[in-house]
């Protein structure tokens, strides 16, 4: 998971402050669900005025693996 939170991370972009216009800073971010897609929150405050803004990042779902396995039979040749 700390993985996931790393690469969320890094393509995250901070949004503005609609008040007052500049740029809000990273606070925390915190995973909202894990299955059956990872949420995780990312939370910024405004630096000025203290306004706070969310921003998730929803992972795509991978496939997991198959129920079972298959391997072609096995055949016996009769000599």
């Given at each position: ?29 915190e995973l909202l669900a894990d299955e059956p897609v ?42």
């Amino acid at each position: 998971m700390v993985d996931r939170l790393r690469s969320a991370a890094e393509h995250l972009e901070a949004p503005t402050c609609p008040d007052c216009h500049i740029e809000m800073r990273w606070w925390r971010s915190e995973l909202l669900a894990d299955e059956p897609v990872p949420i995780i929150a990312h939370l910024f405050v405004c630096p000025h005025c203290k306004r706070a803004a969310q921003a998730d990042t929803i992972f795509k779902e991978t496939p997991g693996p198959p129920d079972r396995l298959s391997a072609p039979r096995f055949v016996a040749h009769a000599a």
